[in-house]
C-alpha cells in the first residue's frame, strides 16, 4: 500500500478529478450551453467533491 504524502495520491481524488472534467467538457456543449445556472451548478459540485476530499 502506498503512503499518502500529499492529497493528490488519494485515488478518490484522482477519480473526482476525472469526474470534473468529464462534467466541465459535458457542460460545453449542447443545451448546457445556454443554461447558465445548471451549467454553473453542476461545475460547482463537481469542484466540491474535489475539494471535500482534499
Known amino acids: 500500500m502506498a503512503k499518502i504524502k500529499k ?3 488519494i485515488e478518490s ?3 473526482a478529478r476525472e469526474l470534473t472534467k468529464q ?3 459535458t457542460t460545453s456543449t449542447g ?3 445556454r443554461d447558465f445556472g445548471l451549467k454553473d451548478q ?3 459540485a463537481g469542484v466540491s ?3 471535500n476530499i482534499a
Open 31 to 33: 443545451q448546457f450551453t
Open 13 to 15: 481524488w484522482k477519480k
Open 7 to 9: 492529497f493528490e495520491d
Open 23 to 25: 462534467l466541465y467538457e
Open 42 to 44: 453542476i461545475r460547482r
Open 49 to 51: 467533491i474535489l475539494s
